[in-house]
């Protein structure tokens, strides 16, 4: 009998979900500017209608949000510019070249950013971010207080349940840390446990999208 041999061999991840962890070093300048700004709107507008954590449709639960009609990347702020600049956006451009490849090229990127503060008590529901042409999710640390896990930490849902029996876990955590980028796909689910500390845990989150121009992309 001839022997029988493979022709080729290939392992491949469908429906993969890619989560692009960074950290950086030398950030504490920039960090500590973001807070002093973003502290001070939390002052003029927390007990107002442009918190956006008073809408119980969002996924905040408590602490200040900015308003959901503002971008923070549009205020010309040189904090938040220096920030989606030098951090977010080259980022952002690895995250598209690893996930699409040789399509990347084509993809023009529009952000959208807002601030968040969350003190004790205060949490993220379960949530995802599936709004029309959005290809990044993501979150920046600013300021994270010392707690014990899991406060303050963001649970990412495992979106194929049925994989737990193939030794894969329900969901996995990941421990903030000032200076800390998070990117990750938009329907990927997550929450926020809640925070035990008087001290505040500043975050800015943001999506990014396919510019206006850009939204005849076919993937």
Not at 36 to 53: C, D, Y
Not at 159 to 166: K, R, V
């Amino acid at each position: 009998m001839t022997d029988i041999s493979f022709k080729s061999d290939e392992i491949t991840a469908h429906f993969p979900v890619n989560v692009l962890t960074r950290q950086y070093n030398n950030i504490e300048t920039l960090n500590q500017r973001l807070s002093k700004v973003i502290l001070g709107m939390e002052r003029e507008f927390k007990n107002t209608p442009q918190n956006a954590s008073k809408d119980g449709a969002i996924a905040t639960a408590g602490g200040y949000q900015t308003s959901q009609r503002l971008n923070i990347f549009q205020l010309q702020n040189p904090e938040f510019l220096t920030l989606y600049q030098n951090i977010i956006e080259p980022a952002a451009k690895k995250y598209i070249e690893e996930t699409f490849k040789e399509k990347s090229s084509q993809i023009r990127l529009s952000p959208l950013g807002w601030a968040n503060v969350l003190r004790n008590g205060d949490w993220q529901r379960p949530h995802c971010h599936p709004t029309n042409g959005n290809l990044i999710s993501g979150v920046y640390y600013v300021n994270v207080p010392e707690e014990q896990s899991p406060a303050g930490e963001i649970e990412f849902m495992n979106p194929l349940p049925i994989s737990m029996h193939h030794g894969y876990s329900a969901s996995k955590r990941i421990q903030p840390q000032a200076g800390k980028l998070l990117l990750f796909p938009p329907y990927h689910m997550h929450y926020v446990h809640p925070v035990k500390s008087s001290e505040p845990r500043i975050i800015i989150a943001f999506d990014i999208s396919l510019a206006k121009n850009n939204l005849e992309f076919v993937f």
